[in-house]
């Protein structure tokens, strides 16, 4: 079965600063691996999303993913932090199987300091 | 607009008191899904359902219902609610359940049981 490991429970970092969130997986194929993020009282929203090809994946609001096979890892990053991408970070691993379709990891609360 | 919409928002109950969350969708989605989250554990699966009348276990069912009656609705139901139920509840639901789908997500549930 899928796992999915987000080793930051908590990261602050300051206004304007780079960010990286880490998440590592296990999975026994090519994974399809997803990042949602969760804003106070909100759902959660798909920031992007990795099948295969480019392993470096662009998704929504200036956010971006690196798909490294050899070290089981998915880590996103954004270059300038916004205080508006305060929240909760979900990395996911989607697998092929009858309908349990998403793992999730347990997730990296962001808070952003002005 | 297209949405997933969870009923209610907030829910303080007592133990064994019976109680069922809806949750809707409007975009004719096959698949549907209901989370919990708990601090530190990430969202993890209750149920899912790949059609109508066709529902299965996730990770976490026990002490948990669901039915699928209609494409659209695929309500929660606790029979008889414990402490242990305490958590955060997502509905959400995919165009047809593939791996590689993006998941559109309710705005979830607050379930406290007394």
């Known amino acids: 079965a899928q796992s999915v490991t987000q080793p930051d429970i908590h990261i602050t970092v300051s206004e304007g600063a780079s960010l990286e969130l880490r998440c590592n997986y296990s999975?026994?194929?090519?994974?399809?691996l997803f990042w949602y993020v969760q804003s106070p009282g909100q759902g959660l929203q798909l920031l992007l999303k990795y099948f295969s090809g480019d392993t470096l994946v662009q998704g929504i609001k200036g956010f971006e993913a690196e798909f490294k096979r050899s070290q089981s890892s998915f880590n996103l990053r954004k270059p300038s932090v916004h205080w508006s991408d305060a929240a909760e970070y979900f990395c996911a691993v989607g697998a092929w199987g009858a309908g349990n379709m998403l793992t999730f990891g347990g997730g990296t609360r962001l808070m952003v300091k002005p | 607009e297209a949405q997933v919409t969870q009923n209610p928002r907030y829910l303080i109950t007592v133990t064994g008191k019976k109680l069922t969350v809806t949750c809707s969708q409007n975009?004719?989605?096959?698949?549907m899904s209901w989370y919990r989250q708990d601090p530190g554990l990430g969202l993890r699966q209750i149920y899912y359902?790949?059609?109508?009348?066709?529902?299965d276990k996730g990770d976490v069912p026990e002490g948990y219902k669901v039915s699928r009656k209609e494409k659209r609705n695929f309500p929660l139901i606790l029979e008889s609610p414990s402490p242990n139920q305490t958590s955060l509840y997502f509905c959400?639901?995919?165009?047809?359940?593939?791996?590689?789908?993006?998941?559109?997500f309710g705005s979830g549930t607050q379930l406290s049981v007394l």
């Open positions: 975009m004719n989605h096959e698949y």
């Open positions: 999975y026994g194929a090519t994974p399809y």
């Open positions: 959400a639901s995919s165009f047809d359940g593939k791996a590689n789908e993006k998941l559109f």
């Open positions: 359902s790949m059609n109508v009348e066709v529902t």
